[in-house]
T-cell receptor, first 114, second 115 residues
Framework: GENVEQHPSTLSVQEGDSAVIKCTYS??????FPWYKQELGKRPQLIID?????GEKKDQRIAVTLNKTAKHFSLHITETQPEDSAVYFC?????????????FGQGTILTVHP | SAVISQKPSRDICQRGTSLTIQCQVD?????MFWYRQQPGQSLTLIAT?????????ESGFVIDKFPISRPNLTFSTLTVSNMSPEDSSIYLC????????????FGPGTRLTVL
């Protein structure tokens, strides 16, 4: 089955800096890659996603890049703010979330210091 | 996005007992998923609940331990049977956005503590 590795496990940055979280996946048939943000005691919230036919997607301060050949994808957060502090999970799916299961990475605890 | 609710939001149970968790969605969905999130860990898929057919379980999860019901297109239950402290986790249901959208949304979760 699919295996998703996520790095780093913890990331500490100063407010205004950029943060990058990286994930690799094992199944070349995976074609949908979402990122979730989970604040303490709350449910995971989808923040951005990318499909395998796209190399990069951006939404304001958040961007995701995908390298299908290398089977890795990354989350980039620019101009970080204290409210970006949370646990971030990457995931991979074979068919798209409507039809298939999500395999999650281990998570990254992001701390943004004011 | 779909409005998803879960009951109970949290519970403390004794070893050897069972707990049934309910997931209600405000729109009809063909598939519902049940995940487990152990303390400080990532999310792991337990099973896929399909209306009108048996649930599909992932490796490491069995129907006797986690029976699932899916009586209609807006509701599902997950039972955690014969609980042990190792079952202490957050249990979340999720549903797809539907249509041509790939997004999957999560319920608020049920925090289970087994003593």
């Amino acid at each position: 089955g699919e295996n998703v590795e996520q790095h780093p496990s913890t990331l500490s940055v100063q407010e205004g800096d950029s943060a990058v979280i990286k994930c690799t996946y094992s199944d070349s048939a995976s074609n949908y890659f979402p990122w979730y943000k989970q604040e303490l005691g709350k449910r995971p919230q989808l923040i951005i996603d990318i499909r395998s036919n796209v190399g990069e997607k951006k939404d304001q301060r958040i961007a995701v890049t995908l390298n299908k050949t290398a089977k890795h994808f990354s989350l980039h957060i620019t101009e970080t703010q204290p409210e970006d502090s949370a646990v971030y999970f990457c995931a991979a799916s074979k068919y798209g979330a409507s039809y298939g299961k999500l395999t999650f990475g281990q998570g990254t605890i992001l701390t943004v210091h004011p | 996005s779909a409005v998803i609710s879960q009951k109970p939001s949290r519970d403390i149970c004794q070893r050897g007992t069972s707990l049934t968790i309910q997931c209600q969605v405000d729109s009809q969905v063909t598939m519902m998923f049940w995940y487990r999130q152990q303390p400080g860990q990532s999310l792991t898929l337990i099973a896929t609940a399909n209306q009108g057919s048996e649930a599909t379980y992932e490796s490491g999860f069995v129907i006797d331990k986690f029976p699932i019901s899916r009586p209609n297109l807006t509701f599902s239950t997950l039972t955690v049977s014969n609980m042990s402290p190792e079952d202490s986790s957050i249990y979340l249901c999720s549903v797809p956005a539907g249509g041509y959208r790939n997004e999957q949304f999560f319920g608020p979760g049920t925090r289970l503590t087994v003593l």
